[in-house]
């Protein structure tokens, strides 16, 4: 990791009224694919990581049993509770939680893993360890969208900062899951370094929409 969770947290917390008005269209396309493929039944639990200010969280509430939504910047959290709040969504938690420890009780259910542009801070072996930890709560399906390299990387795009972002290839990301149970059924390519993948617990009986 580039910068530390707290300096993460600090940046993050100093842009949160902002935050949504200031994404591209191509952040806004990754995240209605993470909505889509997510496809969470009534009955289940859904694991936000990297939640942000509720953009993947508050779409998802509706179709979900509940949304468990972690992120490490409390300024971001709070426009999220106050997004929940103004449209009265009350099965949505935001509450402070990382990628590699979510804070997320080790007997609650979880069915379906989201991210949506933040793994990428985190270096690659990170992203690993975070991958596994997504695997170990027994979600059946698990729906990542982030800054990824299809080809070589070009630092002058905007999904990319060098000084505070750490971006893997697709092939690392893809590996990642599959050595940890998972069978990648679904990689989208939104943009030359946005991807939407879709990993799904091997053995798991459910099909994603859209995935052929």
Do not use: W
């Not at 009780?105 to 596994?132: C, M």
């Not at 893997?168 to 893809?174: I, P, S």
């Amino acid at each position: 990791m580039k910068r530390s969770v707290e300096e993460h947290a600090e940046r993050f917390s100093a842009k949160a009224a902002e935050y949504d008005d200031s994404k591209s269209a191509e952040y806004h396309a990754c995240a209605s694919l993470v909505i889509d493929y997510a496809d969470p039944s009534p009955e289940d639990i859904v694991l936000d990581l990297g939640a942000g200010t509720g953009a993947i969280s508050l779409a998802l509430a509706s179709e979900a049993k509940r949304v468990i939504a972690r992120d490490i910047s409390e300024g971001m959290m709070a426009e999220g509770r106050r997004k929940a709040g103004e449209a009265g969504i009350a099965n949505v938690e935001f509450e402070y939680g990382e990628f590699r420890e979510p804070n997320v009780d080790p007997t609650e259910r979880v069915d379906i893993v989201t991210s949506n542009f933040a793994l990428h801070h985190l270096a690659d072996d990170e992203k690993r360890e975070a991958i596994r930890v997504m695997a170990e709560t027994g979600a059946r399906r698990v729906v990542l969208g982030d800054v990824a390299f299809f080809e070589s990387p070009d630092p002058t795009e905007p999904f990319y900062s060098p000084e505070v972002d750490d971006p893997a290839t697709v092939g690392t990301l893809v590996e990642a899951f599959t050595d940890v149970g998972f069978a990648v059924v679904v990689v989208e390519r939104v943009h030359d370094q946005v991807a939407v993948i879709v990993a799904e617990r091997i053995g798991s009986d459910d099909a994603v929409p859209g995935a052929e």
